[in-house]
């Protein structure tokens, strides 16, 4: 994966935290780690201070998103995401315990990339990061103007 693309993991259990983080680092991927607990802290750090998501023009981030917050839904936070200007173009994973099949077409529907149900199969988990990270390295994500 290119060093330039930022890893945002929203994901309020902290041992799924951990054991998802090990297993990225395992799969030999070294790129910064963002780690939120939280919709609220995910929506301020994604949008920034004036709710834009201009800060992040220009950067590749990779977004693991949980749907199952304490505060609000990741489906929420997945259509915020792909409706703003400066962060559609963002890959989303989603890690969750929901399985529903209307939930998960719903979330392709939405525009995330890769939908996996926990517990992860780490091993296909790892794969989907590395070929995530080969999109980035071989496509370039153009800035909005």
Same mark, same amino acid.
Do not use: W
């Given at each position: 994966?290119?060093?330039?693309?930022? &890893? $945002?993991? $929203?994901? %309020?259990?902290?041992?799924?935290?951990? @054991? &998802?983080? /090990?297993? &990225?680092r395992r799969a030999g991927v070294r790129n910064e780690i963002v780690s939120l607990s939280d919709g609220t802290s995910a929506i301020r750090h994604l949008f920034g201070e004036d709710g834009s998501g201009s800060e992040h023009r220009g950067h590749a981030l990779l977004i693991l998103l %949980? @749907?199952? @917050?304490?505060?609000?839904?990741g489906i929420d936070i997945l259509k915020r995401l /792909?409706?703003?200007?400066? #962060? /559609?173009?963002?890959?989303?994973?989603v890690l969750t315990t929901t399985d529903d099949q209307h939930e998960i077409q719903r979330?392709?529907? #939405?525009?995330?990339?890769?939908? $996996?149900? /926990?517990?992860?199969?780490?091993?296909?988990?790892?794969?989907? &990061?590395?070929?995530l990270g080969l999109f980035f390295s071989v496509i370039q $994500?153009?800035?909005?103007s």
């Open positions: 994966m290119t060093e330039h693309v930022t &890893i $945002i993991m $929203i994901e %309020d259990d902290e041992g799924h935290a951990r @054991l &998802i983080e /090990k297993n &990225i %949980d @749907l199952n @917050l304490p505060d609000m839904s /792909k409706a703003n200007e400066y #962060l /559609k173009r963002s890959p989303v994973v979330c392709y529907d #939405l525009g995330c990339n890769v939908y $996996i149900t /926990k517990p992860v199969d780490y091993e296909s988990f790892a794969n989907s &990061i590395r070929q $994500i153009p800035e909005t």
